[in-house]
């Protein structure tokens, strides 16, 4: 309640009460950080030219980090999505862009659909694992002729008897050369339009899959990205992931997470960037002062900060309503187109406020542009985020 007192003054540096985070989600974000810091912030400038090591998987693995949302029985630790929420901005500390995406990529994009439909054995045979470091996962829908029109995939899967042959392939595949199974999106009956599409659990090493290229990126250096050819690959009939035919409306289930889970990046990364280059502007000088002290670059934070603020509501408001059993696909759409934007424009800002330093790979900063230019075209585009949202109004 407001009282004289208290009304002096703003209190910028309040711990706001949250509506969606508690004290155990706190305790969470102070264990991921202590790791983030300790064991993966310092490798990152050596990860941007090896890509990070698959030792990541087996110690956030063994730490509990992989599955927190999911239930103990498949190696989980029970919690609820909010948790995914927490690694996903505590990962950005690690500045590493790729091994945050690598890590989502395992945790909130190819797993997820293992949970939701996979059967039993499925579950035990493939989350259990991954859940504990010890397989890695990547999700496979993107085609060299096939990316934002995922119906216009060609990747087929043929019934021939108790088994599936499976040709096709796919391209910009993260973890693509370290995982152990891929979650394939495939087509079972191209005359069935949205109903002829199937997902697959497919082991990598099986014979005809061929992990052909590691593509060179303008960011994410540290994460692995392959172009993958499937060449007669025979699957048991039982490798099918969730019911045939129904593989396009699973993969715009599991899209909707990718996405928020993106979003949530995104901010978390602005937000990390905005406070190296706050500290940046109050330690410069130019002409006899802190560039910060300029007005100009005060209402560039101010400007910043902003951005990044209604970002965070969206994403955390989205969240709630997506934890609270609601399904909205148009606010996930604008989170998720909002972030990407506000991270690549504070980050753009960062460089030029960092002025020839912001150049510099030395500060991190060019980095962090490079990295979060990918986030307007992965997992759906602006341009289909903005298609998303207009046909949400009849058009
Ligand atoms: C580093 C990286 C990692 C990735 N990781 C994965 C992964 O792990 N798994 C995976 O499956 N995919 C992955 N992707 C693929 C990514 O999701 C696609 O690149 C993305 O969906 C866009 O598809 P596209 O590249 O084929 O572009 P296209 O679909 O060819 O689009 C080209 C341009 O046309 C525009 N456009 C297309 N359709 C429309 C329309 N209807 N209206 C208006 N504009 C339109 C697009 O917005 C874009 O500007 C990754 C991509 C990158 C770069």
């Known amino acids: 309640m407001a009282t004289a007192e208290n009304v002096l003054k703003p209190d910028f540096g309040a711990q706001r009460k949250h509506f969606i985070f508690e004290p155990h989600h706190d305790e969470l974000r102070e264990s991921i950080r202590r790791f983030v810091l300790k064991e993966l912030t310092p490798h990152a400038e050596e990860w941007e030219e090896t890509t990070f090591p698959d030792s990541v998987f087996h110690r956030m693995g063994e730490l509990g980090f992989l599955g927190l949302s999911v239930p103990e029985q498949y190696g989980g630790q029970g919690g609820d ?40 054995e499925q579950r035990q045979r493939y989350l259990t694992p991954a859940m504990r470091g010890e397989k890695i996962a990547c999700l496979g829908i993107t085609e060299p002729d096939a990316g934002s029109d995922v119906s216009g995939i060609k990747t087929r899967a043929v019934r ?15 973890n693509g050369h370290r995982a152990d199974y891929i979650v394939l999106v495939t087509k079972t009956d191209p005359e069935a339009g949205y109903d002829g599409f199937t997902l697959f659990l497919v082991d990598m090493d099986l014979p005809g899959v061929i992990r052909e290229r590691k593509l060179v990126k303008l960011g994410m250096h540290s994460s692995d990205t ?145 990295d979060m230019r990918l986030n307007r075209i992965g997992a759906g585009t602006d341009e289909i985020m903005l298609d998303v949202i207009g046909r949400s109004y009849g058009l």
């Open 81 to 120: 999505y909010y948790a995914n929420l927490v690694l996903a901005e505590e990962l950005t500390r690690a500045e590493s862009g790729g091994l945050a995406m690598g890590v989502a990529v395992h945790t909130d994009m190819a797993t997820p659909p293992i949970l939701a439909f996979g059967t039993e």
């Open 226 to 370: 392959a172009l993958l050819a499937f060449q007669d690959v025979r699957v048991p009939a039982d490798a099918v992931l969730g019911t045939v035919g129904k593989g396009f409306y699973h993969i715009m289930w599991e899209l909707q997470g990718e996405r928020l889970i993106g979003a949530a990046g995104c901010v978390a990364g602005a937000q990390h960037v905005f406070e190296k280059t706050l500290q940046y502007a109050q330690e410069r000088t130019a002409f006899g002062r802190q560039i910060g002290k300029f007005q100009v670059t005060r209402h560039k934070f101010a400007e910043m900060a902003t951005k990044i603020e209604s970002a965070r509501q969206m994403v955390y408001v989205t969240a709630w309503r997506f934890v609270n059993g609601e399904y909205p696909v148009r606010e996930i759409s604008m989170a998720k187109l909002h972030s990407a934007r506000v991270a690549v424009e504070v980050a753009d800002e960062c460089i030029q406020i960092h002025g020839g330093a912001g150049y510099m790979k030395e500060y991190g900063v060019e980095r962090v542009w490079r």
């Open 160 to 174: 021939d008897g108790d088994e599936y042959v499976i040709n096709g392939s796919k391209t910009y595949i993260t």
